[in-house]
């Protein structure tokens, strides 16, 4: 019996390798496979069952061939010592070894094990270097290294009673398991701040897939621990995310920044939130899960016209897409009020059509449009051009007023003068203000100076067109007329790229009249 003691041992230790965890759920994979197709071979053809004999070839090259010997000599060494009375000393020598082979593997894949005082003294960028580091490690460890221990388990002892396979499993793959799922329930336990919020998302969804495969691998009774600290561990990280989410929104609530965005421009609060609710959206199967059971309150004054439904299944009214669309309905009351913080109420129309259209734009290019839909989208951006038309009727209305209001009618020329000035004040002024303003979205942006110049320029052009020459000939009606319709186009067209975006050196020689008067944005 020594001799098959010292036999067991060596073909442990010897067979390191070609026992590896992978190699053996491989093999058994292959034998499975083997049996499924030898089950379906037909027999009417005497060469086909000759193929199907000397299948085993088909495991590949020598390693798994080695793998299937070494397996098939410990499962009859194992049966001989246990038949023979010498349980004891089989097993101890199979959990020595292997256990050793098991904390080797997850030494190698950077499993380490951590408390949570350990965990909670890293810095951010250390922690997260170890997250990246486990979520790797999680699918190998559970996908092969349990997996094939377990196979190779079940195999050594398949003639033996239950309680041998399962005293040896647990006592081999235990501990390291333990430590595997113990990080995240420590890092879980952790301060809960907004940019964990994406890493605490990652290794939930990693226990979450892995799940039936923890419940399968770890199915005895005294591995119970292992799937109760796994479950643990999913519970601890939803509870942060919940928390995470919590925060999210009392941080837009609680934004008391004061300072405009120079030109209307979109505001960081809105950049940083609408980025963040983007990556969330990425995560939806994991946060149906977390906040399934915490569904949100929502205000009744909140309109029920905010959801749409983008398909039967997947429904806005989900408490995700419920969550997420409130914390947009959030940030956009956030902004209804900084707008009010711009003395020019037409730039405050245009802050407000900025960055609604800046919301629009990330719902239509990230996973929120399939949590919001279309007509969600549809809704919003006619909200943007009602901003924008509030924008052009306060922000032009006196360039509009002061022309004529039949401008091809017939005048004196002292009244077409007279218009021509007011035209050349209002227009100068209105132009002043706005050659510092921004339209970021260039669709925005061209949608804005088509509709000013439809709504201005052909009235213009008419009263232009029947006045110029009369006003022109009259004594001293120099620097009277002093736009062609053409040079209307070419400023409009400057408008909105921001302080440095008014050029005067186009053409028209008419076109440093505003710039040279004061009246201009920037000159060259």
């Known amino acids: 019996m020594k001799r098959l003691e010292k036999e067991f041992y060596l073909i442990l230790r010897s067979n390191r390798e070609h026992l590896d965890a992978e190699l053996v759920s491989v093999h058994r994979s292959s034998v499975a496979s083997r049996a499924s197709r030898s089950s379906t071979v037909s027999d009417e053809d005497e060469s086909d069952g000759d193929e199907t004999a000397t299948e085993p070839s088909q495991f590949g090259d020598d390693v798994p061939s080695a793998s299937s010997v070494a397996m098939a000599d410990l499962n009859a060494i194992a049966h001989c010592m246990i038949g023979a009375g010498y349980t004891k000393e089989c097993v101890k020598i199979y959990k020595i070894i292997r256990k050793s082979i098991v904390d080797e593997g997850l030494y190698r894949l950077g499993v380490d094990r951590f408390s949570l005082l350990q965990v909670h003294k890293l810095d951010w960028e250390a922690v997260d270097s170890k997250i990246k580091t486990w979520l790797y490690a999680v699918k190998v460890a559970v996908k092969t290294l349990f997996y094939g221990e377990r196979l190779l388990c079940d195999h050594v002892f398949s003639s033996s009673s239950p309680a041998i396979r399962e005293s040896c499993f647990v006592e081999v793959v235990r501990e390291g398991a333990l430590d595997l799922f113990g990080f995240p329930e420590n890092f879980a336990k952790g ?217 091809a009618a017939a005048m004196t020329v002292p009244e077409a003068a007279e218009w021509f000035r007011k035209f050349n004040s209002a227009f100068e002024e209105a132009y002043r203000k706005q050659s510092s303003w921004v339209v970021p979205d260039s669709r925005l942006r061209d949608e804005i100076k088509i509709s000013v110049a439809r709504k201005i320029g052909p009235a213009y052009r008419r009263f232009y067109e029947r006045n110029r020459a009369a006003v022109s000939r009259q004594a001293g009606s120099h620097g009277i007329v002093r736009y062609a319709p053409d040079d209307l186009e070419n400023y409009w067209s400057d408008l909105f790229y921001g302080p440095s975006g008014g050029s005067f050196s186009s053409g028209s020689s008419s076109r440093s009249s505003v710039s040279s008067s004061g009246h201009g944005g920037s000159s060259h």
């Open 191 to 407: 301060k809960k701040t907004l940019e964990k919020m994406f890493r605490t998302l990652d290794i939930y969804e990693a226990i979450s897939d892995l799940w039936p495969d923890i419940e399968s691998i770890f199915s005895f009774e005294s591995t119970a621990a292992v799937r109760n600290r796994a479950i643990n561990s999913l519970i601890k990280l939803g509870d942060a995310v919940r928390t995470m989410l919590a925060d999210l929104e009392n941080s837009i609530t609680k934004d008391a920044s004061k300072i405009s965005v120079p030109g209307g421009g979109v505001h960081p609060l809105t950049r940083y939130v609408m980025n963040y609710i983007s990556f969330l959206s990425d995560y939806s199967g994991a946060l149906s899960d977390i906040v399934a059971d915490f569904p949100m309150e929502v205000p009744a004054s909140m309109p029920e016209a905010y959801f749409s439904s983008p398909g039967p299944d997947d429904g806005v009214t989900s408490p995700v897409s419920v969550r997420l669309a409130w914390l947009i309905l959030i940030l956009l009351c956030k902004l209804d009020g900084k707008a009010q913080f711009y003395r020019d109420v037409p730039l405050s129309y245009l802050f407000l059509a900025n960055n609604l259209r800046y919301v629009v734009n990330k719902v239509r290019t990230s996973s929120l449009k399939f949590h919001l839909g279309d007509e969600w989208i549809e809704k919003h951006d006619a909200k943007v051009r009602q901003y924008a038309a509030n924008y052009e009727r306060v922000g032009w209305d006196r360039v509009m007023s002061s022309l004529p209001a039949n401008a």
